[in-house]
């Protein structure tokens, strides 16, 4: 352990150990979604698709979230379940693109999960009146409770060189998997298996075999982050197939962003250009004339980035033909029978 990673494993030592002793309960059941690296596991899809399954079995769930780079105060609403009430620049991007496509669910913003969720319970009416707490990218907010706690591991990269920060990817050692209830091996190349653990299913043995070393019991799903439609600026919708043998220039800021390079040419898509933009880069009209140019040079028709790109756009006068790529998380439903077992709704 390099000596930046000392100081940063004491830091995390003492924090870890102030939250727990700390630690209070909200009156209703908590799921996390976390994980142990910086970036690109699929947090933000995975999140709606459980906030969307909670809603199928009955919950009035509601998701808070720190809201990373969000300038708002929390708690605050980013949604009351309907349309956002706030902007990017307040919320951030991941929590304005969970406000926008979780109608019914509201979305709050708070640096304390525990006064966020408090202050969802006072505020909301009777009839949106959470009766349970989805954790956004909660696995190291030990200040809160949980009843479940979701780890997700991205197979392509699942833990960098495994340095802690600020030397490797590492938010915490890897024996912190130990907590995790659940683990899900995200960005998987097969389809999803109904067989858990031990390498069935199109799981990484070695991956696995690492895993059990810190956590013998959870159960391991395998899930994919799939394609699932293109969105114009208008709002339209275009299907996969309309991008296939079509030019397109590519960029993004994201945590991942050869992951959605990968995407992009898995579609059949001719790509002729792809920019890369730090992570949650806020970009400036002046940045929007330089990837219009760009695409233009490379000979592209089409310019296409992430959803959660366009979240930190909106305002600007944008290209006509621009496109966003929408990725749904995909697992077996044996996954979320075992997230809702012991859970039970209100009803």
Sequence with gaps: MTFPEVLYYLGYLIKKHYALKNQKRLPHKVISIGNITMGGTGKTPATIALAREAIKRRFNPCILTRGYKGKAKGPCFVSRGENPVLDEYQAGDEALLMAEKLKGVPVVKGKNRYEAGMFALSSLPLALSPDLFIL??????????RDKDILLID?????GKKHLLPVGRLREPLSSMKMADIIVITNTPTPPSPLRGEGKGGG?????SEIRQYNTSAPIFFAQHKPSEFIKMTGDKLSIEWSKDKKLFGFCGIGNPDSFRKTLLSLNIDLKGFKVFRDHYRYSPDDIKKIINLAKTSGAQWIVTTEKDIMRMKGFDMPENLVSLAIEFYVDDEFYEEVFRGIKNNL
């Excluded at 909660?138 to 200040?143: A, D, K, T, V, Y």
């Excluded at 197979?155 to 833990?159: I, M």
């Design 204 to 208: 990484d043995d070695n991956l696995i």
């Design 136 to 145: 956004d990218d909660g696995f190291q907010h030990w200040h809160l409770f």
């Design 155 to 159: 197979v392509s990269n699942p833990f």
